[in-house]
């Protein structure tokens, strides 16, 4: 299965098969500056990604935007090959957007859900997409069912064939990894649940793509979503989406735009017969240079490496910190992903990354309004969210655990 995390080693691998990490440090400035452990936020790009989009800055200050456009239009175009190869997809099957949230909003928008018809949201649902999908359902008389986690922490499998068995064609949404654990959905199980029941399954794959190896076809999704800034290491302002062929065919965008559509009459027009049929016209050409390096990047490191290495700093991490007194990891137990969620008793999660600034140590806070499915659901009010990427080194776990056990000593 291409989704799920391998065992991986029990200590950091700096020079293991693999991912070379020193490496990857060298050729990321941000690496040097400071310990930073917030790829699920942001991550470091490389000093390639950046100059990328400075140079492409560059060709429109002097040529003019659309002109420096029509001089890189090779290199966008390897961008829908390269997406496509990183997720087992073709290329006509990828469209670009500006966030992960504009491709999730204008898949979903296209599905046109009808009153009644049942929309199934896994608890790791986004606080956008959730917001997003609980005003249609409002709107609409959708009946929207919070699937129910097992022990683990994850989908409940019973509960969601169950809801599958229960009712009509339903929608399936999941987050392949949420925003406020490290939690890692059984997305393969899903696929096969919504391939029996004939549902549409579409997978926020935000966390994961760059992070952990995603194939469509071993996922089984008809339409996948992500963002470029997150562990894809990309500039901001840049994402895609999976729309698979058949899926396509099936979907007309609800705002056709001159980009995805030809205007062939007063009153008609036509889509494209590719994924494109749902982007839009105005975008960052710079950022989408940039992504495409950054595609390139994550493909020459590889989705099985990158994945082993990440688990192996996060293992670390979530064992170190859970010997800390007064700390908690507050991650599910099926959370084998490179994000690392916890608390110090008697401080407030935002103050705890404030002194973890301080420290040089970059975290953020994951406060219970990004995650009501969630954390809400769970009690916790928010949590520190601490997330590495490949060029994470035993220093900066040593700075990360020795600053959260200087503040945890402070109580
Ligand atoms: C799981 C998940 N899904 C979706 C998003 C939204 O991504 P974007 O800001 O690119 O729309 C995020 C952002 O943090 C996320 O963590």
Not at 56 to 65: F, I, N, S
Not at 116 to 128: A, H, K, P
């Amino acid at each position: 299965m291409e989704s799920s995390l391998e065992a991986g080693p029990s200590v950091l691998q700096v020079h293991g098969p693999g991912i070379d990490v020193a490496a990857e440090r060298a050729r990321t400035p941000g690496a040097t500056l400071a310990h930073h452990f917030n790829a699920a936020g942001a991550a470091l790009p490389t000093a390639s990604v950046v100059q990328a989009v400075v140079d492409h800055l560059r060709l429109e200050e002097q040529r003019g935007g659309y002109e420096a456009a029509h001089q890189v239009l090779d290199r966008v175009e390897a961008v829908y090959d390269d997406a496509a190869r990183l997720i087992g997809a073709t290329p006509g099957e990828i469209a670009l957007f500006d966030s992960a949230s504009t491709g999730l909003r204008t898949i979903i928008d296209a599905l046109r859900l009808e009153s009644r018809q049942r929309l199934l949201v896994s608890r790791s649902t986004y606080v956008s997409h959730a917001l997003h999908l609980m005003s249609l359902g409002r709107e609409h008389d959708i009946e929207l069912v919070i699937v129910p986690n097992g022990p683990s922490g994850a989908v409940d499998l019973t509960a969601l064939d169950a809801e599958l068995a229960a009712g009509g064609p339903a929608v399936v949404c999941v987050a392949h990894i949420p925003t406020s654990s490290g939690l890692v959905e059984p997305v393969a199980e899903i696929g096969t649940l919504t391939k029996r029941y004939g549902a549409r399954y579409v997978l926020d794959a935000t966390q994961s793509v760059g992070h952990v190896a995603v194939d469509v076809a071993a996922v089984g999704c008809d339409a996948l979503v992500t963002t470029g800034r997150k562990f894809l290491r990309a500039p901001r302002g840049t994402g895609f989406a999976y729309v698979s062929n058949e899926l396509t065919a099936s979907l007309a965008p609800t705002a056709p735009d001159v980009r995805g559509a030809v205007w062939t009459s007063s009153t008609s027009w036509e889509l494209k017969d590719s994924a494109r049929r749902f982007e839009t016209w105005e975008a960052s050409i710079a950022g989408r240079v940039g992504l495409g390096v950054a595609l390139a990047e994550a493909l020459e490191r590889g989705g099985r490496p990158t994945e082993t290495c990440l688990r192996a700093v996060a293992d670390q991490l979530r064992a170190a910190l859970g010997q800390i007194p007064r700390v908690t990891v507050q991650d599910p137990p099926a959370s084998p992903s490179a994000i690392v969620t916890f608390t110090v008793d008697g401080q407030a999660p935002r103050r705890v990354n404030e002194l973890l600034a301080l420290r040089n140590v970059r975290t953020v806070s994951v406060p219970a309004s990004h995650a009501q499915w969630d954390l809400g659901s769970r009690g916790v009010e928010a949590v520190v969210r601490a997330s590495a990427h490949v060029y994470n080194d035993e220093s900066d776990v040593a700075a990360l655990v020795a600053a959260v056990t200087e503040i945890a000593g402070e109580n």
